[in-house]
């Protein structure tokens, strides 16, 4: 598995809706450089860093209903 992927692949792979990637970046879950990345060659393009957000999920506290 790559480590950085496009955030079409990131949602095709694990599927995530968009709107709730967009939400965890703006509520600050997902982290500039750590979990996603602009393209620098084109900025609108968001990478994914795949690995991260796996080590973010399992550090984090399990909820239950």
Sequence with gaps: MAKW???????????E???SIYQK???????LGIH???DP????II????EAIDEWLDKSPLRGG
């Design 5 to 15: 992927v496009r955030l079409k692949k990131h949602i095709q792979d694990r599927m």
């Design 17 to 19: 809706p968009e709107r």
């Design 25 to 31: 970046i703006a509520d600050g879950y997902y982290r």
């Design 36 to 38: 996603y990345r602009y």
């Design 41 to 44: 060659a084109m900025p609108k």
């Design 47 to 50: 990478w994914m860093n795949q």
